[in-house]
């Protein structure tokens, strides 16, 4: 069982792992400080290049920063166009999981998921919503983290696709069906309405970003997602 399988385990029931995009970055402390005391289970990081997406975000320096105030996992999601070039300067970061996109990698999938996992970090594989689970399905043994996009990534506070749970459901039998051992995370438009359709199809690990920093009630917010 992997520390994100465990960590589930002794939690009871789906996490919540707050998009830290959506966060004020001019006091981003306080607002770490403010959505783990709200229940945050995870951090999620964003890192877009400006390539492989259109946007740009953030490197290593500021995942370093936010690792020395969190006092939860951070789950750092690569977007860029060359992973294995940037993966090592995550880990050392201070990451806890790294994910990076199965469509960013034209070959040497399983051989970079490796080397993320050498360098003493999880192992995550991150999938668009337009890429099938027969691309992936035979990577599906190397990883710890498999993240299920529910938009297309680059911005945020994009419409939930809620077609997309259909390969959540297809990877947790899989999983089952083989004895694997990864957790399924589901990032892009989840807030507390579609958040349900995402615990019954078997999301594990929830990232919300504007339904939880765009509210005035970040405990509120986290429970809801969570269905508690």
Known sequence: MNSLSRRLSELGTVAVAPSMLAADFTDIRAEIEAVEKSGADFLHLDVMDGN???????????????????????????????????????IKAGSSAISIHYEAVESGHRELLEEIRSGGCLAGLAVNPDTSIAEFR???????LLLAMTVFPGFGGQKFMPEVMGKVR????????????????????????????????????LVAGSAVFGTDDYSGAIASIRGA
């Open 170 to 205: 297809e990877a947790v039998a899989i999983r089952e069906a083989k004895g694997l051992d990864f957790v399924i995370e589901v990032d892009g438009g989840v807030n507390p309405s579609s958040a349900d359709s995402v615990r019954e199809a078997g999301g594990q690990i």
């Open 138 to 144: 035979d990577l599906l043994d190397g990883i710890d």
């Open 52 to 90: 492989f997406v259109e946007n740009i975000t953030f490197g290593p320096m500021i995942v370093e920063a936010i690792a020395r105030v969190s006092k939860v996992p951070l789950i750092t999601h690569l977007m860029i166009s060359d992973p294995g070039k940037y993966a090592p300067e995550f």
